[in-house]
Nanobody
């Protein structure tokens, strides 16, 4: 009914930049919150950044000032601009969409993308 598709991951050197994109498709009227999470090997999945449909953002302390989240509501797309990348940013990054209002009036909660690998290494 709703799918999230991510793109933009890859290998980058320390200090470099990457931009992740995630587009939600389906019979969507609006999405309340979209965000990015990440999971490194042996660690729990953690919130990186989120943004509401009103533009309110929230960042993990570890990425504050280096990452920027944005969204295009007309395209149901969320972006994560990652600058000054560090080896500890290496992880699989997952897109999340919560409180998805679909045509017909239903509300869907907590959808995930398939994940995209980000590797920061020299």
């Amino acid at each position: 009914q709703v799918q999230l598709v991510e793109s933009g991951g890859g290998l980058v050197q320390p200090g470099g930049s990457l931009r992740l994109s995630c587009t939600a498709s389906g019979s969507i009227f609006s999405i309340t919150v979209m965000g990015w999470y990440r999971q490194a090997p042996g660690k729990q999945r953690e919130l990186v950044a989120s943004i509401t449909k009103y533009g309110t953002t929230n960042y993990a302390d570890s990425v504050q000032g280096r990452f920027t989240i944005s969204r295009d509501g007309t395209k149901n797309t969320v972006y994560l601009q990652m600058n000054s990348l560090k080896p500890e940013d290496t992880a699989v990054y997952y897109c999340n969409a919560d409180r998805i209002w679909v045509l017909g009036g239903d509300v869907l909660d907590n959808y995930w993308g398939q994940g995209t690998q980000v590797t920061v290494s020299s």
